[in-house]
């Protein structure tokens, strides 16, 4: 081939790759845009953000309605996070309208758990985000119908049931109990209660306590398929520690979970999970540490807020 028939060859195939190129890039650009994200120009707010309170006390049963209206349909997101304690609970839809009636719940991590501000923020695409601000008082999370029933806080709220140190031959006794240190505090607060063992020889029991417990009426109705057990479980990423949580209910009846990560994580199951045929028999409950089957070894559980809570897992409220 001649070079000049190559330098023609050369041009052609650029140009024909040049507009195959050119073709797929509008080919793939509606696929890429999609529907319209951004407002009209003559998009404008018919109602401007707004909560109906200044403050809301969760505790006795107290909501914020959040508001807002636009002239035409848009996607928008809407972020409560807590000053103070980090929590946070966001709202998404595409709509004209924004009517939510919050009632201090959380997304999964953090509860809002204290006395605090809360900046409430309305994102629309293509627009600054518009701020307002809520005052808040925690929930002590005993409002049966919309949340639960608190059996354990460890930090003071809604008068927990008491609790005392475990026992057994095993338990480590001074590392265990009420504590604050040596792990991270719990998304719900500082206290928490740590439980630490350590056997010679291999052992599936290290030691526990036992609380009395007497679910309200409100929950004592529902099946156990319908009521939830919550708690907060540290782990320390070994593969040796179990938490054994024992009903008394016309005799004993558990469910055993292995504690296998790191960090703070919440754990939810159904009571009939734990084999319990009704709740308004439930009299007692028993926390236990196990399972080293390591001759030599140690293990440890923290646990934290422990909720019963009707019909769905604490974080699907």
């Known amino acids: ?126 627009r600054e985000p518009i701020q307002t601000s809520l005052a808040v008082q925690p929930n002590t999370f005993n409002d049966i119908y919309n949340f639960g029933y608190v059996l354990q806080n460890l930090d003071g709220v809604a008068q927990p049931t008491v609790i005392t140190n475990p026992v057994g031959a095993n338990m480590d006794l001074p590392n265990s109990g009420i504590k604050n240190t040596p792990v991270a505090a719990s998304p719900q607060g500082g206290n928490y209660y740590r439980m630490v063992g350590s056997a010679a020889t291999a052992t599936w029991y290290f030691g526990g306590v036992h609380t009395n417990i007497n679910p309200p009426t409100a929950l004592d109705t529902l099946a156990p398929t319908e009521v939830y057990f919550n708690a907060f479980i540290h782990g320390n990423g070994t593969t040796n520690s179990l938490v054994s949580f024992t009903f008394t209910q016309g005799g004993s009846k558990n469910i055993n979970i292995p504690v296998n990560w790191t960090g703070w994580k919440m754990v939810s199951f159904k009571l009939s999970e734990a084999n319990i045929t009704s709740v308004a028999g439930i009299s007692g409950l028993d926390y236990s540490l196990g399972a080293a089957l390591t001759p030599g070894t140690s293990a440890e559980v923290d646990l934290d807020f422990i909720i019963l809570t009707p019909h769905k897992p604490f974080y699907a409220l």
């Open 1 to 126: 081939m001649t070079m000049k028939k190559y330098f023609r060859s050369s041009v052609i195939l650029s140009a024909v790759t040049l507009l195959l190129l050119q073709a797929c890039d509008r080919q793939k650009l509606p696929d890429l845009l999609g529907p319209a994200l951004c407002p009209s120009d003559n998009f404008v707010f018919t109602l401007p953000l707004n909560v109906n309170v200044s403050s809301v006390d969760f505790a006795t049963g107290g909501s914020a309605v959040i508001s807002s209206q636009f002239s035409e349909e848009v996607d928008w997101t809407l972020n409560i996070k807590g000053s103070t304690s980090g929590a946070l609970k966001t709202y998404s839809g595409r709509s004209n309208l924004v009517l939510i009636n919050w009632r201090g719940n959380a997304m999964e991590g953090y509860p809002f758990y204290t006395t605090e501000t809360c900046v409430i923020e309305l994102v629309l695409a293509c």
